[in-house]
């Protein structure tokens, strides 16, 4: 389905998720082997660990990326999808509600990052989701079989959002967030709101970025941000986002 389509029969149901760096994006189940970031005896980051290479991913050596995947678990077996909000800040999520579908149905979802907050003007939410193909990056394919995504700062390691006795205990506890009705809030200890869990249509997602830079969007004043409403025009917000679209040949399973 094009964006066209989709935007003449669905609606975008936003949620909010406030993050200090790139996002993880990857299955319900998969999460609970995500290690995040581990630190040594001085608080250096161990360069092994999960978060370490989420990192390498988005920032090779050859430059900057909007968006890349990673492999982790004890074999590789799981594939995940980081994208780089480009620093700390809030990332809107909006899953696409077809008109009287029901929860999971979904099968097309973005996230966006915008140096506007949205109570001053929704032009960042109008931008992104109504951006066409062309105007995108293509970055490949996520398999999402379960239907159940998990969106969160990629330096949370699975064990912090519960208590968890045994490693089975913590992998039970996460795959029972995908059977709650959506979108389910993650939160740590003193912080909250660092991750969701959405139901979507299992099976293949396109996955592409998109941006709009404004030349004074990222540096707008606080006491414009913040202060009296009034109109912003394009070149005074910046946004950039990425759209998961469910592929029209995937079987679900």
């Given at each position: 389905?094009?964006?066209?389509?989709?935007?003449?029969?669905?609606?975008?149901?936003?949620?909010?998720?406030?993050?200090?760096?790139?996002?993880?994006?990857?299955?319900?189940?998969?999460?609970?082997?995500?290690?995040?970031?581990?630190?040594?005896?001085?608080?250096?980051?161990?360069?092994?660990?999960?978060?370490?290479?989420?990192?390498?991913?988005?920032?090779?050596?050859?430059?900057?990326?909007?968006?890349?995947?990673?492999?982790?678990?004890?074999?590789?077996?799981?594939?995940?999808?980081?994208?780089?909000?480009?620093?700390?800040?809030?990332?809107?999520?909006?899953?696409?509600?077809?008109?009287?579908?029901?929860?999971?149905?979904?099968?097309?979802?973005?996230?966006?990052?915008?140096?506007?907050?949205?109570?001053?003007?929704?032009?960042?939410?109008?931008?992104?989701?109504?951006?066409?193909?062309a105007e995108e990056q293509e970055v490949g394919e996520l398999e999402l079989r379960s239907g159940r995504v998990v969106v969160v700062w990629a330096a949370v390691n699975a064990h912090e959002i519960g208590s968890y006795a045994t490693s089975q205990e913590r992998a039970a506890s996460i795959k029972a967030l995908g059977r709650l009705n959506p979108p389910v809030q993650l939160n740590l200890d003193g912080q909250l709101g660092l991750g969701t869990v959405l139901w979507v249509r299992p099976g293949t997602y396109r996955v592409a970025c998109g941006w709009h830079e404004g030349t004074r969007g990222q540096y707008m004043p606080e006491e414009e941000m913040y202060g009296p409403r009034q109109l912003y025009a394009d070149d005074d917000w910046s946004c950039r986002w990425v759209r998961f679209t469910r592929s029209d040949d995937s079987v679900e399973a």
């Open positions: 389905m094009n964006n066209e389509d989709f935007r003449s029969q669905s609606t975008y149901i936003w949620v909010t998720v406030g993050s200090p760096g790139p996002l993880l994006v990857c299955e319900v189940d998969s999460f609970s082997d995500w290690g995040g970031a581990v630190h040594g005896p001085d608080y250096e980051l161990d360069s092994a660990c999960d978060y370490a290479r989420a990192w390498s991913a988005v920032h090779p050596d050859d430059g900057d990326l909007e968006a890349a995947f990673v492999r982790f678990g004890d074999h590789e077996e799981h594939t995940g999808l980081i994208w780089e909000m480009d620093g700390e800040g809030r990332a809107e999520i909006a899953y696409a509600r077809y008109q009287n579908g029901p929860v999971g149905n979904d099968d097309n979802f973005l996230i966006m990052r915008s140096w506007i907050p949205h109570m001053r003007t929704d032009a960042p939410r109008r931008r992104a989701t109504e951006a066409s193909a």
